[in-house]
Every structure is written in C-alpha cells, then in structure tokens.
C-alpha cells in the first residue's frame, strides 16, 4: 500500500527553537514536493527534491531528501510567528499513471 | 501572472442536488489537477485533465466527473450529493503533465452540503 507519512501532526513550538518534521514514504519515487497551507488558505508550493541527498534551503526553512530512506525532512530554523501553518509533503509515484500521494500534514505553532 | 482561480469560493448545497466548480489555470498551464480535502482523508487526488483529456483519475466513484475545454478551463461536476462530499475542493494547475512540473493550487471551493 502506497503510504505518505508525517510525523509530528501537530507541533507547537517557541519563536527561536529549531525544529524538524519527518516525511516517510512507502515506496519507490523519483520526487517530493514540500508544500505549506495558512488557515482558509490555498497551498503554496516550497520545495522539489529530485535526488538523493537533494537539499533546498529558503529562508528558515530546509529540504533534504534520503531516498534510500524514503525520508525528507523540513527544518525549520529560529522560527519565527509567521511560519505557522500546515506542512505538506507529496511523493511522486509511477503506478499505471503518475500522480502525487500526500501525507496528512504538520500543523505548525508558533508562539511569539 | 494571474494565479489559479476557481469560483465559486463557497456554496451551500442539500443531498441529492448536483454542483459544478470551476476553475481557470495559470495562463499558458494546461494541466488541471482536481482533489478534495477534508479533515479526515486529507488530500485525495480526484483527476488530471490535459489538453482536454482525462489523464488520471483517483479512486472515486463516478458520480465525480469532470472536463477541460479548449482554453484549458476545467469544470468538475458531483451528481446526487451525499453530506461527506462536504470539503475544500482545490485545482491546481502545471505546465506539464505528470511528474516534472509543480502544481500551482488555487484558493479553493469550499463546499457544505446539508
């Protein structure tokens, strides 16, 4: 069974504390995609890891992809109020068609 | 650029009536991607229409349906409504189909059926 799973779902952290949230998959893919939704809001895209050991920094937020793992990471770094949101990750997987499997999301608090 | 829009942004509907969402692709994309979100299930991937043909599909039943015209606009349709196709429906759309491109989403459809 095709599985996407986030981990913590929920994470309420400080302004300053680093943190990261781990994104495992079950099978094969040739790419994952971070993304970050505000309440009521779309998704915006982040990042695209394409290869193993693929890492993508913005701001205070890093990528980084171990697809010998089936593991991404986002890390988040001295956060800040304004990166509260949900995190979503998706793998990129070829069964009879390509389509995008996603994990259930990390919601992110930040407390000033 | 023009982002990805889809109308209405709510609607309100009762068991057993149909609804349509609509959404219009960033310019130039001609990849539309559909999928419902909701609290339980999340994100499902529903379909993926490129240059007017379906190209994907999740694994829904048939009574959600959906179409691309010429200009890539694309329309989902849901016949005889049940209460837990209340959700945010989201489109989104790429250049491309399938895996090279990311998907730009738009703002949503949230739909409450009663």
């Known amino acids: 069974e095709l599985k996407v799973e986030q981990n913590p779902l929920f994470l309420s952290m400080q302004e300053g504390k680093n943190y990261t949230i781990y994104c495992n998959y079950s099978t094969t893919s040739d790419r994952l995609y971070w993304y970050r939704q505000d309440p009521g809001k779309s998704l915006e895209s982040l990042f695209v890891?394409?290869?193993n050991g693929a890492v993508k920094q913005e701001g205070r937020l890093m990528a980084s992809l171990d697809t010998k793992a089936r593991l991404s990471t986002l890390h988040i770094t001295a956060a800040v109020h304004d990166l509260s949101a949900t995190y979503f990750c998706?793998?990129?997987?070829?069964?009879?068609?390509?389509?995008?499997?996603w994990g259930a999301g990390t919601k992110l608090i930040i407390k000033p | 650029k023009a982002g990805v829009t889809q109308t209405p942004r709510y609607l309100i509907k009762t068991r057993g009536q149909q609804v349509t969402l609509s959404c219009s692709p960033i310019?130039?994309?001609?990849?539309v991607s559909w999928y419902q979100q909701t609290p339980g299930q999340g994100l499902q991937f529903l379909f993926e229409?490129?240059?007017?043909?379906?190209?994907n599909k999740g694994n829904f039943p048939g009574r959600f349906s959906g179409r691309q015209f010429s200009n890539s606009r694309s329309e989902m349709n849901v016949s005889t409504l049940e209460l837990g196709d209340s959700a945010l429906y989201l489109c989104?759309?790429?250049?491309?189909?399938?895996?090279?491109?990311?998907?730009?989403f738009g703002p949503g459809t949230r739909l409450t059926v009663l």
């Open positions: 989104a759309s790429s250049y491309r189909s399938g895996r090279t491109d990311t998907q730009y």
């Open positions: 229409y490129f240059s007017e043909t379906q190209r």
């Open positions: 310019s130039g994309h001609r990849s």
């Open positions: 890891l394409l290869s």
């Open positions: 998706a793998v990129g997987i070829l069964d009879s068609n390509y389509q995008l499997i």
